[in-house]
């Protein structure tokens, strides 16, 4: 069958209509636009944390208490230290700790460097401890066997000696009573129940009579002089012997001499 022209138009229009309204309802599929990515590399990457700082040696404190001490003292090193390994100090004291404190004897000023040694490095710091000068300390008493009075007096005691015919003093007999007087103190210290005896003797010329008055009043004056010395005069008894009891008995003046004396012997 054939179909008019006007048939067929209507037909071709029908169709395209159709077309264009399914074309109209389809969904439109977007179009992928290239993404831009990072390189793997970066995006992989883990940052981790800086590793922790180790802290450098340092002496925080050190100190001498006290700063000067007399010669036998002692004096006390305290100290503090951080980010050390290795802790010494001079002066034979050796290796110590982070802390602490140490007593010392120094003889003589001493200078103490206390050195601290970490993983970055060393820290050193110095104290000084005077030490006075003064005088030395006094020996110990000496200790040994008890001397009697009799044995010091014969040891220390001096003889007094006389011009002739005279009862006075000169300034060598003056010196020995000063002495006298200082031994006698030490020995009625010890010893209260000590007492000594002041001689009067003469050389031989001369009287037996008169000497024995010349040697009392010898005798007498030597005690007076020691009581005015400090002497207790209730401890010094008095006699004369005039010429009877001589140290020498050659007829010179040398020998005339060494009798003529005032003399200290134990008390009876």
Known sequence: MRMSTRT???????????????????????VATPQQTQPTGNRDRITEPPPPTTPAARITSFTAEPRTIERGQSATLRWAVVGATDMTIDQNLGAVTASGSRQ?????????????????????????????????????PTVGPKVSGTELLSREAQDVYFDYDKAEFRDDARQALAHNADVLKRIFAADPRFNVVIEGHCD???????????????????????VQLGVP????????????????????????????????????
């Open 104 to 140: 010392v004897f120094p003889s003589q000023t001493t200078t103490y460097t206390l050195t601290a040694v970490g993983p970055t490095g060393q820290d050193s710091r110095s104290v000084t401890v005077e030490v006075a000068t003064g005088p030395p300390p006094p020996p110990p």
């Open 204 to 226: 031989e010329r001369g009287s037996a009579e008169y000497n024995l008055g010349l040697g009392d009043r010898r005798a007498s004056a030597a005690k007076e002089y020691l």
């Open 233 to 268: 005069a209730d401890r010094l008894t008095t006699i004369s012997y005039g010429k009877e009891r001589p140290q020498c008995t050659d007829a010179d003046e040398a020998c005339y001499q060494k009798n003529r004396r005032a003399h200290l012997g134990p008390g009876r």
């Open 8 to 30: 067929l138009s209507t037909v071709v229009f029908a169709v395209s209509l159709l077309m264009f309204s399914t074309a109209c309802g389809k969904k439109k599929t977007p």
